[in-house]
């Protein structure tokens, strides 16, 4: 008995120490990423302060930029809140059925959009706190509809505790492939576009807490195609 507590005790304080240096790490990533955002802030106000005759499409154009990243700042604060609370929430694990949650998420990124969203597959179950399951799926969403500007559909599928979203992007370079789902890596391509880095960490962080994992390859005729999967419950929705 000695021996079976002292095994726990030792489980649990290395637990403790992997939370304590996760925290750190996110900590000092986030730290990094917001000094561009703020070094721009800063430079753009100094330079209304010292010029206030400045002519006025410069200053609009100033303006936009201070909005700019004042939007990412926000972003960036609100997924970095996201990655470090939503993992200790006290939301318990309960069965979904992935076609009816995916589904709903769907018609809330298509209204936000305007983009036509297409969702096929079965109705598999699992067993997993839904609005962190919810949040990922309207992530990867966000990010197709981020990186595909055509006017084609994006389409989800569902196949056992598997969703896929797909688009018709630009796709991914196979250098970045194996690096999408890292906190604060931002594609080549995307570093023009909104964004903080953090959404496909967060599908990650969400699939991996249950037992999952994510994926992501480039679709044949372009685009590509981006998920996750979560064990299925043993039953399934007739």
């Given at each position: 008995e000695a021996a079976r507590l002292g095994r726990s005790f030792k489980e649990m304080l290395a637990a403790?120490?992997?939370?304590?240096?996760?925290?750190?790490?996110?900590?000092?990533?986030?730290?990094?990423?917001?000094?561009?955002?703020?070094?721009?802030?800063?430079?753009?106000?100094?330079?209304l302060k010292r010029h206030p005759d400045i002519d006025s499409e410069a200053r609009q154009q100033i303006l936009l930029d201070?909005?700019?990243?004042?939007?990412?700042?926000?972003?960036?604060?609100?997924?970095?809140?996201?990655?470090?609370?939503?993992?200790?929430?006290?939301?318990?694990?309960?069965?979904i059925e992935m076609k009816g949650l995916v589904t709903a998420v769907a018609a809330r990124a298509a209204r936000r959009s305007g983009r036509n969203i297409v969702v096929t597959g079965d109705t598999s179950v699992v067993?997993?706190?839904?609005?962190?399951v919810d949040r990922a799926i309207s992530n990867l969403l966000d990010n197709a509809v981020k990186f595909d500007t055509s006017n084609n559909d994006i389409e989800v599928s569902i196949s056992g505790g598997k969703i896929v979203v797909s688009d018709r992007g630009p796709g991914i370079p196979e250098s970045e492939l194996d690096l999408i789902f890292e906190r604060f890596h931002r594609a080549v391509a995307s570093r023009t576009l909104p964004g903080s880095g953090l959404g496909l960490a967060i599908v990650a962080d969400v699939a991996r807490s249950h037992g999952g994992d994510v994926f992501a390859r480039n679709r044949e005729g372009g685009g590509a195609e981006i998920g996750f999967f979560l064990p299925t419950a043993e039953k399934h929705v007739e």
């Open positions: 403790l120490a992997r939370s304590k240096e996760q925290q750190q790490r996110l900590v000092e990533d986030a730290g990094h990423e917001l000094r561009t955002p703020l070094t721009s802030l800063r430079t753009n106000l100094d330079v201070i909005d700019r990243d004042t939007a990412e700042l926000a972003a960036l604060v609100e997924e970095v809140v996201t990655l470090a609370v939503d993992r200790h929430t006290d939301e318990l694990a309960q069965p067993v997993a706190r839904r609005h962190l």
